[in-house]
T-cell receptor, first 113, second 115 residues
């Protein structure tokens, strides 16, 4: 089934550790996004990429980095995790010519202790 | 910056009844898109309905319809004949047409459909 695959589904991590959340899409969408979801705050954009080789900062980029080496993959890295990064992380993509709709992965629940 | 406000953290409705979820937004853009996403307990984000700001006609998808008031910057979702499967978190979202970069979300409304 075509779509977005995120891994891991859930992870508990010690503070200070490095963590990479993986995201792969098979829809050949140009644009990809990482959001975090927190209770009472909705979803907030961390980083985005309009096309392979380019990335940009969203609303809450501090403590996170991304790369976009090819169209399909868009990993999110926490260089040194802190408890405030405990959240559910969603990867999303958008086709080049559509009316803005985002397609989402199933999310990765990350707990930083 | 664009902001999206959902003033109802939680709502409930009896099965087969109609419920309306509220959403307001703030923007200086003239061309944009508005969305309602549903997030059931499975955590998957599912697009419910989409509205283009340049269209005056309100969008409709089966039991779901919107009341789009551009001047008032209001975008409410009406669910008719509510079903148990409609129980979910509902997010209102905004994306400006220029650049199509940042989709902004409201805080969400948790809807419970009671049998």
């Amino acid at each position: 089934i075509a779509g977005i695959t995120q891994a891991p589904t859930s992870q508990i991590l010690a503070a200070g550790r490095r963590m990479t959340l993986r995201c792969t899409q098979d829809m050949r969408h140009n644009a990809m996004y990482w959001y975090r979801q927190d209770l009472g705050l909705g979803l907030r954009l961390i980083h985005y990429s309009n096309t392979a080789g380019t990335t940009g900062k969203g609303e809450v980029p501090d403590g996170y980095s991304v790369s976009r080496a090819n169209t399909d993959d868009f990993p999110l890295t926490l260089a040194s995790a802190v408890p405030s990064q405990t959240s559910v992380y969603f990867c999303a993509s958008r086709a080049a010519k559509n009316t803005g709709e985002l397609f989402f992965g199933e999310g990765s629940r990350l707990t930083v202790l | 910056a664009q902001t999206v406000t959902q003033s109802q953290p939680e709502m409930s409705v009896q099965e087969a009844e109609t419920v309306t979820l509220s959403c307001t937004y703030d923007t200086s853009e003239n061309n944009y898109y508005l969305f309602w996403y549903k997030q059931p307990p499975s955590r998957q984000m599912i697009l419910v309905i989409r509205q283009e700001a340049y269209k005056q006609q309100n969008a409709t998808e089966n039991r779901f319809s919107v009341n789009f008031q551009k001047a008032a910057k209001s975008f409410s979702l009406k669910i008719s004949d509510s079903q148990l499967g409609d129980t979910a978190m509902y997010f209102c979202a905004f994306m400006k047409q220029r650049g199509l970069v940042d989709m902004r979300f409201g805080a969400g409304t948790r809807l419970t459909v009671k049998p």
